[in-house]
């Protein structure tokens, strides 16, 4: 079975940057969109930053310009750079892949935590 495996999670002062990595553990055929999802503690899980094809990107409107999200299809792995963190950033992340036959899969979450 397929699984989708994150890395690049921790603890980062205000200001400061981390990069997520995604990478599907097998072949997922059709994959059409990637994504970033977040959770943080009492809130419902929110769309952060997806990407369909190489370059039609979607960004929350509070990551706007300081989050980037980036494919390589070759290694079915999705990236999300995130700079100038804030403590309001603090949540699970998750990835996402969705195939053109609406399949889904996701990550196990990775805990990012802002806080000085």
């Known amino acids: 079975q397929v699984q989708l495996v994150e890395s690049g999670g921790g603890l980062v002062q205000p200001g400061g940057s981390l990069r997520l990595s995604c990478a599907a553990s097998?072949?997922?055929?059709?994959?059409?969109?990637m994504g970033w999802y977040r959770q943080a503690p009492g809130k419902q899980r929110e769309l952060v930053a997806t990407?369909?094809?190489?370059?039609?990107?979607n960004y929350n409107f509070f990551v706007r310009g300081r989050f980037t999200i980036s494919r390589d299809n070759g290694k079915n792995t999705v990236y999300l750079q995130m700079n100038d963190l804030q403590p309001e950033d603090t949540a699970v992340y998750y990835c996402?892949?969705?195939?053109?036959?609406?399949?889904?899969?996701w990550g196990q979450g990775t805990q990012v935590t802002v806080s000085s």
């Open positions: 990407i369909a094809g190489t370059s039609n990107t």
């Open positions: 996402n892949f969705r195939t053109y036959r609406s399949d889904a899969f």
């Open positions: 097998g072949s997922i055929f059709g994959i059409v969109t």
